[in-house]
């Protein structure tokens, strides 16, 4: 009988687990009990995130998962608990650089795009919100986006209503060396955001509010070929929603924040995987 071919999620467990390798240690301390590694724990947020479902619903299934187990090489399944305490462990700075390495097998070049975009804080029925007139504040998500591969580059989370002229510059210094063009929208028109992207020899391509006919002109003469590949961070925006959901379960602010990261993780590496399955396809 032929082997059973590998699966696209067994795919992305082999490649959530070179990522981990890359970024975090084996074990957390010295310490430590040693039962479970620091790596597959991240592994298993991961594949939570990925599956869209609770830590119970996971652990569930990981008992029919025998191939993922073993790629895994656990010989016992975690309690929803210990996956619990293990997300509270791993600071937000772990996920930050998760997210740097998952970019390192994308071919990227340079031309970004910025956008902002709303996540729920609690899973409610639209429905039923709507009949009690609640108010769901959302979490402001800034997503920095490579327009290539559609990889995000980083992200910016906040709970208050910062405008994204105030947001754009932080994103900007941080990841100066991988953006070569910026492109965004009017709301994103700042004279001090420009200048501040050609002080790191960054091209902006931003449109102007138009207040008067020269704001019209400088908008006319915008490379529409290059400011169009802004759409897609609206695209990624739109997918992350889609396939992770566009809420987050944590109650906590700060885990939040960390689950929204998390996302992003589990997106560039399916992007990776996708990417290589298209080379390999081509002749």
Known sequence: MDPLPKSRLLHF????????RRAVSRFSTRYSRKRFSLRQHVVLLCLKVKKTTTYRDLVDELIE????LDALGLDSIPAPSTLCKA???LEMAVWQVLLNVSL???PLNGVTGIDASGFERAHAST???RRANLTIQQLKTTLLVDTA????LDIHVTTTRKHDTQIAPQIVK???ESIAILTGDK???DQKLRLLARDHDIRPLIKHREFISLHKAWNARLDSNLYHRRNMSETVNATIKQKFGAFVRSRRWWKQFRELVIKCVVYNLERSIAISHEECECP
């Open 149 to 152: 591969t559609n990889a995000v």
């Open 87 to 89: 997300f509270d462990r």
């Open 127 to 129: 429905h039923y919100t």
């Open 13 to 20: 467990v082999e490649r959530a687990i070179v990522l981990a």
């Open 174 to 176: 941080r990841n100066a």
């Open 104 to 106: 390192a097998d994308l």
């Open 187 to 189: 709301g994103y028109d």
């Open 65 to 68: 998962m025998p191939r993922i």
